[in-house]
C-alpha cells in the first residue's frame, strides 16, 4: 500500500492509495480532478473509488466530474450533501480494494456526517494508515461547526484513539505550525513540542508536507488528545477532560499567531524621516 500526498488549494491534502500488486487506486478527499488524474496516469494505476470524509467543497468538490470522467466510478462517503456519491457509509463497516482493507469510522463533529477511513493489508509490515479529514489534525482538531465538545472527546478518545498507536496519520490540511504554536502557549514547557515545531518549521521553509505524523506521536504534542494532562487543566481552568477540551477549542478558534515585531532599525530610520523622499508623492 503506496500513499501519495497530494497538496491542492491553500493548504488542503488530497490522497492517492496504491494497491500496489494489482496498480488499483483509491483516492481520499478528490477535491481537485485534474490534478489528482494527472498524478493516476503517471503512476500508471486504475482509479477505482474515492472516499470523502465530508461534504465540504475543498474535500468533496472535485467528486461529479470524477463520475463524469470515469464512468462506473464508487464514491463512498456517510453524508448525502457528498456530490456524486454512489454508497454511504456507516461507522465500522468494512471495505476492501485488492488487499487494501478499510474500516470506516464515523467522527460526527466538524460536520454532523464526517467520517475517517482506517487501512492496512492483511499480513503487512507497514503501519496502518487513517485518513482523518478534517477530525484529527497533526497537533490539532477540527472546529466544531455542526458538533460538540463531547462528539469531538468521544472521536478522539475513544474511536481514533484507541487505534493502533503506529497507526499513520494522514489529514486534510496542513496547518501543522500554526497548531504547534497554539499547544506551546497552552504547554510553554512541553519539551516534545518545541521539537516538533521546529521541524514543522523546517519543512514549511522547504514547502514539504508534515504528514504524516504517528498516533503515537500525537498524543505526546497535541493538546487536544492531552486533555487529562495537568498543563492542559491548568491552563483551561477545569478538571473534566470534556470541558478541557471545549474550553481548548475556543482557546484555539480566538487564537492569533503572535505577530512579527518591526526591525528596530527600519522603526528608527521611520522616526528620523529618512524614508520620506519615498513616500512623498510624485
Not at 481520499?28 to 465540504?56: C, G, N, Q
Not at 450533501?81 to 474500516?103: C, P, S
Not at 464526517?114 to 499480513?123: I, L
Amino acid at each position: 500500500m503506496k500513499v501519495k500526498v497530494i497538496s491542492v488549494l491553500e493548504d488542503n491534502y488530497m490522497y492517492l492509495v496504491i494497491e500496489e500488486s494489482t496498480r488499483d487506486a483509491v483516492a481520499v478527499d478528490a477535491a481537485v480532478p485534474k490534478r489528482l488524474l494527472e498524478i493516476v496516469r503517471k503512476e500508471e494505476v486504475v482509479l477505482r473509488a474515492v472516499l470523502t470524509t465530508h461534504h465540504h467543497w475543498d474535500h468533496a468538490r472535485g467528486n461529479e466530474e470524477l463520475a463524469r470522467l470515469c464512468p462506473g466510478l464508487r464514491v463512498y462517503g456517510a453524508d448525502e450533501r457528498i456530490g456524486a456519491l454512489t454508497h454511504k457509509v456507516t461507522h465500522d463497516q468494512e471495505l476492501t480494494f485488492g488487499a487494501i482493507r478499510v474500516r470506516c469510522l464515523f467522527t460526527p463533529c466538524h460536520t454532523s456526517g464526517h467520517m475517517c477511513y482506517f487501512m492496512w493489508e492483511d499480513g503487512s509490515p507497514d503501519a496502518p494508515a487513517l485518513f482523518s479529514g478534517d477530525t484529527l489534525f497533526v497537533g490539532g482538531c477540527g472546529k466544531f461547526f455542526e458538533g460538540t465538545a463531547e462528539q469531538m472527546y468521544a472521536n478522539l478518545t475513544q474511536i481514533l484513539g484507541a487505534l493502533p498507536k503506529e497507526t499513520k496519520v494522514f489529514c486534510g490540511h496542513e496547518c501543522t505550525v500554526r497548531n504547534l504554536k497554539f499547544a506551546l502557549k497552552v504547554e510553554p514547557e512541553n519539551e516534545m513540542v518545541k521539537k516538533k515545531l521546529a521541524w514543522a518549521k523546517q519543512r514549511d521553509d522547504e514547502d514539504l508536507p508534515t504528514v504524516p505524523s504517528t498516533l503515537q506521536e500525537e498524543f505526546l504534542y497535541n493538546p487536544f488528545l492531552r486533555v487529562t494532562e495537568e498543563p492542559l487543566q491548568k491552563f483551561t481552568g477545569k478538571t473534566d477532560p470534556v470541558e478541557v477540551l471545549r474550553t481548548l477549542r475556543t482557546e484555539k478558534d480566538n487564537f492569533k499567531k503572535p505577530k512579527e515585531r518591526p526591525n528596530p532599525q527600519a522603526m528608527l530610520a521611520f522616526d528620523w524621516g529618512l524614508f520620506n523622499p519615498f513616500l512623498e508623492k510624485k
